[in-house]
């Protein structure tokens, strides 16, 4: 089955850097990736995926690249703020309905001002 | 409902208790999961639902855990005779069917003592 591994498991970036969070996968069947962002004692929240179709999706300050060959997809935080502190999990499934998506452990990014 | 819903919130069982989840899924989503996150871990698969039907209960871990849809609606988990190892946040999330974006709830949190 799919195996997803995250890293780093902790980034501690200052107001206004980048953060980059890089996942990998196993299985070379997954085709959807998305990302979530988890505050302390919230749900997990969508906040951009991917599909392998294409090899890269911008959204205002975040965007996330795909590698199929490497089997390996990133998320990436331009001019990071205090309010994107929180746990970001990755995840890989087949682009099908019902398909359970696979966790990486979680990357805590503290942003300090 | 406007997002996904569970009850209880919080639960404080004592070793050997059995207990019932309640997940009340996104109006019109035919999909629904269950996953359970252990602190400082990713959600971890559980089971799956198509309507009522239990489609994929692979990542149960073991015959005291139990899921059921009967009415393709809201869904329940149950663990009987509860062990510590139990204690961890269990989300339910639904997807629309042939999408497989899913929506989280904000989680049971169960601790068992």
């Known amino acids: 089955g799919e195996n997803v591994e995250q890293h780093p498991s902790t980034l501690s970036v200052q107001e206004g850097d980048s953060a980059v969070i890089k996942c990998t996968y196993s299985?070379?069947?997954?085709?959807?990736f998305p990302w979530y962002k988890q505050e302390l004692g919230k749900r997990p929240q969508l906040i951009i995926d991917?599909?392998?179709?294409?090899g890269e999706k911008k959204d205002q300050r975040i965007a996330v690249t795909l590698n199929k060959t490497a089997k390996h997809f990133s998320l990436h935080i331009t001019e990071t703020q205090p309010e994107d502190s929180a746990v970001y999990f990755c995840?890989?499934?087949?682009?099908?309905?019902?398909?359970?998506?696979?966790f990486g452990k979680g990357t805590t990014l503290s942003v300090s001002s | 409902g406007a997002g996904v819903s569970q009850s209880p919130r919080y639960k404080v069982a004592k070793r050997g208790q059995d207990v019932a989840l309640r997940c009340d899924p996104i109006?019109?989503?035919?999909?629904l999961f269950w996953y359970q996150q252990a602190l400082g871990q990713g959600p971890e698969f559980l089971t799956y639902?198509?309507?009522?039907?239990?489609?994929?209960k692979s990542g149960l871990p073991s015959d005291r855990f139990f899921a059921e849809r009967p009415e393709g609606s809201v869904s329940t988990l149950k663990i009987q005779r509860t062990q510590q190892e139990d204690s961890a946040v269990y989300l339910c999330?639904?997807?629309?069917?042939?999408?497989?974006?899913?929506?989280f709830g904000e989680g049971s949190w169960l601790t068992v003592v």
């Open positions: 991917i599909r392998s179709n294409v």
């Open positions: 999330a639904s997807s629309l069917a042939g999408g497989n974006t899913i929506y």
């Open positions: 639902f198509q309507n009522e039907a239990q489609l994929d």
């Open positions: 995840a890989a499934s087949k682009d099908q309905a019902g398909t359970a998506l696979i």
């Open positions: 109006s019109g989503h035919v999909s």
């Open positions: 299985d070379s069947a997954s085709n959807y």
